[in-house]
Nanobody
Framework: QVQLVESGGGLVQPGGSLRLSCAASGIIFRAYSMGWYRQAPGKQRELAAYISSGGRTNYTDSVKGRFTISRDNNKNTAYLQMNNLKLDDTAVYYC??????WGQGTQVTVSS
């Protein structure tokens, strides 16, 4: 059974930082690309960051220079380091493996 468990969300002030983690089980983690999607209220879900099985990364324009996606294949865990957070980053963040398996989501709220 595949499980993706996100953690690290919460409430942060603008300009602050958070680090999301996604612990995977039930898959050969190193073989899967990993992504972080997000969905803000009233908006479409978007792929915020992506890392291939080989470590190649890609980001949506609005987070470039502020977010960093990484992975630790020894720990079967993907991460999303989010710096200089903005109000528009408020969303539920979902971890996705292979663009197929989804976590339950973790809420990130940026508010003063």
């Amino acid at each position: 059974q595949v499980q993706l468990v996100e953690s690290g969300g919460g409430l942060v002030q603008p300009g602050g930082s958070l680090r999301l983690s996604c612990a995977a089980s039930g898959i050969i983690f190193r073989a899967y690309s990993m992504g972080w999607y997000r969905q803000a209220p009233g908006k479409q879900r978007e792929l915020a960051a992506y890392i291939s099985s080989g470590g190649r990364t890609n980001y949506t324009d609005s987070v470039k220079g502020r977010f960093t996606i990484s992975r630790d294949n020894n720990k079967n865990t993907a991460y999303l380091q989010m710096n200089n957070l903005k109000l528009d980053d408020t969303a539920v963040y979902y971890c996705v493996a292979g663009l197929h398996y989804w976590g339950q989501g973790t809420q990130v709220t940026v508010s003063s």
